[in-house]
DNA sequence: AAGGGGCACAACCGCCGTAAA
DNA sequence: TTTTACGGCGGTTGTGCCCCT
């Protein structure tokens, strides 16, 4: 009973990764795509397991990550995101199609966490705009902030809605995969449609071996940054993200608008955004891809747009600008 | 120059929900 | 229906590098 076991535990490396080992993984990802991760060490004779494969292909290999140096509107990002949702990375990385969970999970704890302590610590005060005038009150008026957050993600939400329902009158009970639907919900393909889009995958392999030539001790990050670079100057290569893309098409033209917006400049992350790179990939079912998310979605925006009718004044503690000072 | 501490990040661990047998 | 592995996620750890003393 049960399924057979995925790999064998014994005998099992552990440890940083070998180029060699990245170059094994890479073609046979290349190859066959994503996914069905417990054959991959059996295929390849990578004597890592399943999961460990899955990881590194997600958070290294894979094309179209960017990796260092979060920007300020990245930054700003995070920071909203997590006030959001929390501590769910994956959930705030799909907002940030470039950067993995992982990634943005260490920059929070090293950086992000340590920035906002200390913002919090300086004489009691805060110094920007997104944290509350003093400590007296903080508690309170940051809880009405996120309350406004939350606020403001649903009425963008909702006018999201409301537009593609003025436009499209059908679309809560007519979900249909459409370049025009503002609403990102994409029934899944088979996923060997979409294994020769991981042809690109052979630049990292170029990559990996030019750098695996050089002794510099930051070839692999180096390595990373380069593929980086040209898979998001290749269109074909820019446009993958995640693993679970390999079982999703991506729209040839996608106008929806996330959550929220930000008045940066910098939109690339948010232009990057991709249904199957939205909070709302995580609604998607199989059997429910086109009514029960949106029907639960839109349930629990209305019933709370008319409660926060009321609540003006909350809207006013707007984030748009004055979290500039912030950084 | 040495070494100690801090930092950054890749990788592992453990848990959970789901799917397969 | 039950059992077990898979896939995904968040938390944590290990390790190499850098900087300061």
């Known amino acids: 009973m049960g399924r057979p076991p995925c790999c064998d ?116 005060h805060f110094t920007d705009g997104f944290s509350p005038d003093s400590v007296s009150t903080s508690k309170g008026q940051w809880e009405r902030r996120l309350q406004t957050d939350i606020h403001m993600a649903k009425q963008a939400l909702c006018e999201a809605l409301s537009l593609d329902k003025s436009s499209n009158n059908k679309l809560s009970h007519d979900l249909k995969p459409s370049s025009n639907a503002s609403f990102p919900i994409y029934p899944c393909t088979n996923p060997a449609q979409s294994s020769t889009t991981y042809a690109s995958s052979a630049d990292n392999i170029a990559r990996l071996l030019q750098n695996w030539m050089k002794s510099s001790p930051k070839s692999s990050q180096t390595s990373s940054e380069n593929t980086t670079q040209n898979s998001f100057n290749n269109p074909q290569i820019g446009n993958l993200s995640s693993p679970s893309e390999g079982t999703t098409p991506t729209p040839e ?75």
């Open 9 to 124: 535990k014994g005998g099992v490396k552990k440890g940083p990764w070998t180029p060699e080992e990245d170059i094994v993984l890479v073609t046979y990802i290349q190859d066959h795509g994503p996914g069905n991760w417990r054959a991959v060490p059996t295929n390849t004779g990578l004597l890592r397991c399943s999961k460990s494969c899955r990881l590194r292909w997600t958070n290294y290999l894979r094309p179209g990550i960017k990796r260092g140096n979060f920007s300020d509107h990245e930054e700003k990002m995070i920071i909203h995101l997590q006030a959001l949702l929390g501590n769910r990375w994956a959930a705030i990385a799909s907002y940030l199609p470039q950067r993995t969970d992982n990634d943005i999970k260490n920059y929070w704890n090293t950086h992000l966490k340590k920035k906002l302590k200390k913002l919090q610590g300086q004489d009691g």
């Open 253 to 327: 033209a996608f106008d929806f608008d996330p959550i929220f917006s930000f008045s940066s400049s910098n939109c690339d992350e948010t232009q990057n955004l991709k249904p199957e790179n939205t909070l709302f990939q995580y609604e998607r079912k199989p059997g429910l891809d086109n009514q029960v998310p949106l029907t639960l979605l839109e349930n629990w925006l209305f019933d709370d747009i008319g409660a926060a009718q009321g609540e003006g004044d909350l809207m006013d503690m707007s984030l748009g600008e004055d979290d500039h000072g912030l950084f």
